[in-house]
C-alpha cells in the first residue's frame, strides 16, 4: 500500500526548534502512547536526540492494558533504555520523573560537583507526538500557573522554561509527527487513538480496523459493551451495524446513520468505555524492528 506522508511547515519549523534546543538541556522526555508505544515513538526525533540522555514516559497507562504495559516496561529495561509508565491525566508523576532523572544524569552532576559547580535544577525538554498529552503532563508538573524562569546564562535567545518543583526545568516543544509513514499499520494505529486527525484518513477504515483489532484481542468488550454475539459468520461490517442498531445510530426508515456509528465506536474505544486496551504488544513490534 502507498506510503501515507506529508510534511505541513509547522512540523518542519518544530523540527529545527528542537534541534536548536537540544544542546541546552540535560535530557529530553520523550512521551509515547502507552497504548502503541511502538508506533506513537516518532523515528524522526529519535535521530534528532541521538545519544542525548532520554527517558520514554509511557503517558495514558490508565487506558492501556497494564499486563501488556508492564512487558514493554520489561523490555525496555532489557534493552537498557529508562522507561516508566505515567497517567498524567489524574497523577501527578513529579516524584517519579524527578527520581528517574536524577539516576540517568547522575554521571553528570558528579563531574558538575567535582569542579565545583553549584547544585542546579535538572533541565529537560518535552517531546512527543500530538494527543500524547503532552500539555497534561506539564500542567501537572508545573501546576495552573506554569512559572517562566526566563532567561539563562549563556543562551543567546531566548528561551522559555517552566518550572516544575525546585529541582526540574522544562522546554515545551509542540507535538511532531514524521513526515512518511513506510506502515499502513503504524498509520492505523495513530488514527485509532487520534494523534492523526480523523479527517485525513477514512473514518469508516479505521473504524473497522479498530473493531478488528478488538474483536480478535479483547472479543469480550464488544459483548459486554454492545451486546453482540460474535461468531464465524459475523463480519466486521456486521458487527458494525449491530453497533449501529444497539445504539440507535438510525436515520429515517431504520438505516444506520454510519457516521454516527464511526464517531461514536471511536470516541468509546479512546476513551476505556470498551475497556482498557493496548493496540500492540512487544512480540508483534518486535517482528517488525528492534527499537533503540
Known amino acids: 500500500m502507498k506510503a501515507i506522508q ?23 522526555y520523550v512521551l509515547l502512547d502507552a497504548r502503541i508505544p511502538y508506533s506513537s515513538m516518532n523515528p524522526m526525533l529519535e535521530e534528532i536526540i541521538q545519544q542525548k540522555p532520554k527517558l520514554y514516559l509511557l503517558n495514558k497507562s490508565d487506558l492501556a492494558d497494564p499486563k501488556v504495559t508492564a512487558k514493554w516496561l520489561s523490555y ?13 491525566l489524574t497523577k501527578n508523576p513529579l516524584s517519579f520523573v524527578l527520581e528517574k ?10 563531574k558538575e560537583a567535582s569542579r565545583g559547580m553549584k ?29 517562566k524562569t526566563g532567561n539563562k546564562p549563556g543562551i543567546t535567545k531566548m528561551q522559555v522554561y517552566l518550572r516544575a518543583g525546585d529541582n526540574l526545568e522544562l522546554l515545551d516543544n509542540p507535538g511532531i509527527l514524521w513526515p512518511k509513514f513506510e506502515s499502513q499499520d503504524v498509520a492505523m494505529k495513530l488514527a485509532l487513538i487520534g494523534s492523526i486527525k480523523d479527517d485525513i484518513l477514512p ?25 453482540i454475539e460474535l461468531s464465524d459468520s459475523l463480519t466486521n461490517l456486521d458487527i458494525l451495524d449491530e453497533i449501529g442498531k444497539k445504539r440507535g445510530c438510525l436515520v429515517r426508515g431504520g438505516d444506520i446513520d454510519y457516521d454516527r456509528v464511526y464517531q461514536l465506536y471511536l470516541y468509546e474505544l479512546r476513551n476505556r468505555q470498551l475497556g482498557e486496551m493496548s493496540f500492540e504488544s512487544v512480540e508483534s513490534c518486535m517482528n517488525t524492528k528492534t527499537i533503540s
Open 6 to 28: 506529508w510534511f505541513p511547515g509547522h512540523m518542519a519549523k518544530a523540527r529545527r526548534e528542537v534541534e536548536e534546543k537540544l544542546r541546552l538541556v540535560d535530557i529530553v
Open 203 to 227: 473514518l469508516d477504515e479505521i473504524t473497522l480496523y479498530g473493531i478488528d483489532y478488538v474483536r480478535n484481542h479483547y472479543p469480550k468488550a464488544l459483548v459486554d459493551r454492545y451486546g
Open 76 to 88: 525496555f529495561q532489557t534493552q537498557k533504555i529508562p522507561a516508566i509508565a505515567i497517567n498524567s
Open 101 to 110: 532523572s536524577k539516576e540517568i544524569l547522575a554521571d553528570l552532576f558528579q
Open 119 to 147: 547544585e542546579r535544577p535538572i533541565r529537560a525538554m518535552v517531546l512527543g507526538i500530538p494527543n500524547v498529552g503532552k500539555s497534561q503532563f506539564i500542567n501537572q508538573l508545573c501546576g495552573k500557573t506554569k512559572a
